[in-house]
């Protein structure tokens, strides 16, 4: 029999197409120098809310009924998974200053929809419906950084400063294990099939914003932020 973790994960390579291939044209793009820096400012939107989600995810868990294994595990696993992704989005930034951005500038700058409806729906659903459905966004923005072999190779092909790219070679070195425990936990939970329906609905909707996100990168370029 399959388990959870395995349907989640073909769920997910499922939903992420258009995102994977938008992806990997962006890699490939005669501009990507010009559109790189954009690629880390959207980034950054998503990271700096990445702990707000999760400590969001803790408090209203809190107020559940914490003899539901499900709630107490979902409650350890959030708690213990805030300090692995803290300060993930001051990287990103000395990734942009690497590149000569002023970071302030990058601050002021407003969110784009695509950003905000994935990272917004999130509060909705853990206010109003159930905090497991955060699993399906982590599935999907914490899925297949880029590795080392291929960060050299973007390097070595547009001249942009390897110190831009500190973000993803760390998470190319941690989302192993941060992946491991994940799948671990909801092979562990006793997830009914509500619990895995708001997860896949969390997971198709990132998927699917994160995939109209690098579209529009792709389109619009360094005009767009």
Same mark, same amino acid.
């Given at each position: 029999?399959?388990?959870?973790?395995?349907?989640?994960?073909?769920?997910?390579?499922?939903?992420?197409?258009?995102?994977?291939?938008?992806?990997?044209?962006?890699w490939?793009?005669?501009q990507?120098?010009?559109?790189?820096?954009?690629?880390?400012?959207?980034?950054?939107?998503?990271?700096?809310?990445?702990?707000?989600?999760?400590?969001?995810a803790?408090?209203?868990?809190?107020?559940?009924?914490?003899?539901?294994?499900?709630?107490?595990?979902?409650?350890?696993?959030f708690t213990?998974?805030?300090?692995?992704?803290?300060?993930?989005?001051?990287?990103?930034?000395?990734?942009?200053?690497?590149?000569?951005?002023?970071?302030?500038?990058?601050?002021d700058?407003?969110?784009?929809?695509?950003?905000? &409806?994935?990272?917004?729906?999130?509060?909705?659903?853990?206010?109003?419906?159930?905090?497991?459905?955060?699993?399906?966004?982590?599935?999907?923005?914490?899925?297949?950084?880029?590795?080392?072999?291929?960060?050299?190779?973007?390097?070595?092909?547009?001249?942009?400063?390897?110190?831009?790219?500190?973000?993803?070679?760390?998470?190319?070195?941690?989302?192993?294990?941060?992946?491991?425990?994940?799948?671990?936990?909801?092979?562990?939970?006793?997830?009914?099939?509500r619990?895995?329906?708001?997860?896949?609905?969390?997971?198709?909707? &990132?998927?699917?914003?994160?995939?109209? &996100?690098?579209e529009?990168i792709?389109?619009a370029g360094?005009?767009?932020?």
């Amino acid at each position: 029999m399959q388990r959870i973790s395995e349907q989640l994960e073909a769920r997910r390579q499922l939903y992420s197409v258009r995102l994977a291939e938008a992806t990997a044209r962006l890699w490939e793009h005669p501009q990507l120098v010009e559109r790189y820096p954009v690629m880390l400012f959207r980034m950054h939107c998503m990271a700096r809310a990445t702990v707000p989600l999760m400590e969001a995810a803790v408090s209203r868990l809190s107020s559940m009924d914490t003899a539901d294994p499900v709630v107490a595990g979902l409650q350890e696993y959030f708690t213990d998974h805030i300090p692995r992704e803290r300060r993930h989005d001051e990287w990103i930034l000395e990734d942009l200053a690497a590149l000569g951005l002023d970071v302030r500038e990058v601050l002021d700058r407003l969110p784009p929809p695509m950003i905000a &409806s994935m990272v917004g729906s999130q509060y909705y659903w853990i206010h109003h419906h159930h905090p497991i459905a955060l699993l399906g966004y982590i599935a999907v923005v914490e899925a297949e950084p880029p590795t080392p072999q291929m960060v050299d190779s973007v390097v070595a092909k547009t001249g942009l400063p390897r110190t831009a790219f500190r973000t993803y070679l760390r998470h190319a070195a941690l989302e192993p294990e941060h992946n491991a425990i994940y799948k671990e936990l909801v092979d562990r939970l006793p997830l009914e099939p509500r619990h895995i329906a708001a997860i896949g609905l969390s997971m198709l909707h &990132s998927a699917y914003e994160a995939g109209r &996100s690098v579209e529009q990168i792709l389109g619009a370029g360094a005009q767009q932020g």
